[in-house]
Every structure is written in C-alpha cells, then in structure tokens.
C-alpha cells in the first residue's frame, strides 16, 4: 500500500501496516477466541489488509513449527502469547521461545490485570510487551506500535557502536559511544555498551564503573546487574556476587533460581541463616505457583462450564478464589466472571458484592464498574446504576467506543433512569459502530 494511501491512518496504524508490508506476520497461542476474533478485526476491518498475516497455533509444538516456517521464509514474527494455558504458565514455553529463536521474534504477553512484580518477571525472561486483558481496537492498536517502533537515530547509532564492538574495533565503538553520550547524556544503554567494549578489552575496573553508572542512571534495569554478576563470577569474587544478586532479588523477587543462588552462595561463605532464608522464600514462591496453577485449574473448569451450567461454574469461580485466599490485582476477572454467572442465575445483588470486592482491589476498574452497573440496573437499583456510570464515563469519556453492545446498554441505563437526551446519544454511537445493530435502532425509534 503506497504511502500516500494512508493518510487517512493515525501514526500507530502506520507502524503496523509498514510492519505488514515488509512481510510482517502475527502469531497466535491463546485459548482466548475474543482476542483472535479482535486481532483480525483489526487487520481486516480497521487496516484494510486482505491477505493472511494472522497465523493461530493450536499447541506448543505447533507453534515451534509456525515460528520456525515463517523465519524460514524470511518473515517477520510477533507473538502473541497467552501468560496461562490449560491452568499452566507459559513461563517455560518462553524459555524455549528465546532459546530456539534468540531475538528473531518479538513476543507480546496477553494476561488479566496481575502484580508489577510478575510483569517484572516476564520482562526479565525476554517478553516485549504486555497486553492487559480485556481492551478495545484502539488500546491493540497502541500496544503492537510500541512494540514495532522501529529504532530511534540513537538507537541506530547505539547498534553502529555495538556493530564496531562485534568487529573488534574498540576504540571506534568507543568513541561512538561518546558521541551518543554528548547527545544523549547517562543514557544507560550507552553505559552498559561501554562496559561491555572495556570487559572485551581486559579493563575489567572499567568495566564495573560503567554496569554501575548504568544501573545508578536506570534503577530498575536490570541488565547492568546482570553484568555485574557474570563479572563477579568470572573473577571468582563470591561477596561481590551476593550483593548484586540481592540488588537483582529486590527488583525481581520472583525469580526462583536466583533465590536458590543467593541462598546456596550465601551458605557457601558462611552466612548460613541469611542463606536459609533465601531458600525458604524460593520454595515459597514455588509452592505459591503449585497453588497458582491449581487456581487456574479451576479457573479453566468454570471457563468451560460457564455457558453450559451457570451454577456449576459458580462454585469453580468460588473454589479458584478460595485456594487463593489472599487476593490482588490478578483476582480481579475471576470475580468479574463470578459476577456474570451470579446474573446469568438472576441474581443481580450477589453478583454486585463480588464486584465490590473486585473494586477494593482496583477502585476505579472501568469494565467492573460497567458490569456492576448492569447488575445494578438488574436489581431495578436504577439511580445506582446511573450513578455508577456517570463517575465511569467522567474517568474515560471514550469507553466501550468500539462495542455496540455496551454502547447500547449505557444508553438502556440512561433510558431507564429517564435521561432520554444521553440514552439518545449513545444508542447513536452504537448503530455509528454498527449501523445494522436491530436493538440500538428500535430504542432510536422509540425515542423519536
């Protein structure tokens, strides 16, 4: 598609279609059909691309053999890559992913709302980006462009200095590096780049200085530790090991085998208690992932039952959150779900105190705030209803822009609170998304 065909695109829309162009292909492993069903979407309806660049694979092997095939033929490959499948996290399938492929694919991480420290744990395996589920169109849109964003005049000098490095050229590479630094000062990629030229050079001092300047100027970085650490060990320094490990433990608190490497180092230099109690928190975490994965065992279960026996899946939803117990962030869709199964078995004011509890998570939760209004509405607590989406719409004018259907029920709510002028509008804005949507039309001629 030539450029000048495009101007009726934003600039994100750009990006991807110049990623499509240049034999760009999306890559799927989810059970989650929506998103599938969205991501085409937006290839076909919202970029107007006919030809097929979203492949979906259906297992683990599968989607080895598509990566594989595409690279072959000298395509371009995004991932999109459910964080839990089958009650199990894809944490090892990422593992492979890098191993097998090094940095020929981008991977982006579909999840439901979850801690920074999890996010933080994906980052460090080699995950590109995140995308929080549910989203609209635009949010999809927004997320793969960060992605894509081809690199920066920085970022292709910073690659010209690491290129001259691969060559063997270290005082070229450096003084590149230096140039970069007059434009961009404490940049820390620069930094670790010049610690990298010094470590090949033997200046294993130099080195260090630069990793630290690194990590002084990007705290949350962790590759200049990570740096630090291989230094340690190739000197053979244990103490200077153990102190950047545990600078890596408070950014990353996840990750169990550096916990296990913290604690059996710690050990080894005599500080046994400290030691101990790094193992006791690695096997912590591991216990609490068995528990995880047994949640979304149950999880999976009510998944699948919840449009066949609402009240069977009502108790899995109620058993997930149960062997949970201590709840967070990640907790917030389970009780999402429970909610719809409560409605979906007319009883509207049982589901609204599961989306309390799911506000007292997040308060300001814009899709359980919907659906709690719909329940509200349910209940015939109409000015709760009203109210509840009034503070909803005041945070994000623009929600649900891109679905008839919750466009259509915020009109309902305004109808039923007899605010005929909004109801009005917003059953405009669902037949402008979807001018054939039979229900927003009949509600449009009533009001008429």
């Known amino acids: ?82 964080r839990v499948i089958d009650g199990i996290q894809t944490t090892n399938l990422i593992t492979t992913l890098k191993e097998t492929f090094k940095n020929k694919i981008l991977i982006i ?31 999809l849109i927004e997320k793969i462009a960060f992605t894509l964003k081809p690199p920066s005049k920085l970022g292709e000098k910073i690659e010209e200095a690491r290129r001259l490095l691969q060559k063997g050229q270290y005082k070229a590479a450096l003084k590149k590096c230096d140039e970069i630094l007059k434009v ?60 950047v490990l545990k600078k890596l433990d408070k950014l990353s608190p996840l990750n169990i085998d550096r ?6 180092t710690a050990v080894e230099l005599g500080k046994k208690e400290e030691g101990e109690q790094y193992l006791d928190e690695a096997i912590k975490i591991a216990a609490k992932h068995a528990k995880e994965e047994l949640g979304n065992l149950a999880l999976k279960i009510a998944d699948g039952l919840i449009d066949i026996d609402a009240s069977l899946a009502e108790k899995f939803y109620r058993k997930a959150l149960d062997i949970k117990k201590k709840w967070d962030v ?19 004011l049982l589901a609204i105190e599961e989306y309390k509890k799911a506000l007292k998570l997040d308060p300001y939760n814009e899709r359980i705030m919907y659906n709690m209004a719909l329940a509200y509405l349910e209940a015939k607590e109409v000015e709760k209803a009203r109210d509840l989406i009034n503070v909803m719409l005041r945070r994000n004018p623009d929600f649900g822009t891109d679905n008839e259907v919750v466009l259509y029920n915020i009109g309902m709510i305004y109808y039923k609170a007899q605010e005929f002028d909004k109801a009005k509008e917003f059953f405009k804005r669902s037949l402008q998304t979807n001018p054939d949507y039979t229900l927003a039309q009949q509600m449009l001629q009533r009001l008429s």
């Open 259 to 264: 916990k296990v490497e913290i604690g059996t």
């Open 1 to 82: 598609m030539a450029l000048k065909d495009r101007i009726k695109y934003s600039k994100y829309e750009k990006i991807i279609l110049d990623f499509i162009d240049k034999k760009g292909v999306f890559i799927t492993y989810t059970k989650d059909n929506m998103f599938i069903k969205l991501l085409t979407r937006m290839v076909v309806k919202q970029l107007g691309i006919q030809k097929p660049c979203v492949i979906t694979a259906s297992s683990q092997k599968d989607l080895l053999s598509k990566i594989a095939s595409e690279l072959k033929v000298g395509n371009r490959v995004v991932l999109f890559l459910e």
């Open 109 to 139: 991480m579909l999840t439901t709302e979850v801690e920074k420290e999890i996010l933080i744990k994906f980052f460090e395996l080699g995950v590109n980006n995140f995308i929080t589920k549910p989203l609209s169109v635009n949010t």
């Open 330 to 348: 990640s907790d917030i869709e389970t009780f999402n779900r429970l909610g719809i199964c409560l409605r979906q078995q007319k009883k509207p």
């Open 184 to 243: 961009k000062p404490n940049s820390a990629a620069v930094y670790i780049l010049k610690g990298d030229i010094y470590k090949v050079m033997g200046d294993v001092e130099k080195a260090k200085e630069f990793y630290l300047k690194a990590h002084h100027n990007w705290q949350l970085f962790l590759d200049p530790l990570k740096k630090l650490a291989e230094l340690a060990k190739e000197q053979g320094n244990k103490e200077e090991l153990l102190e």
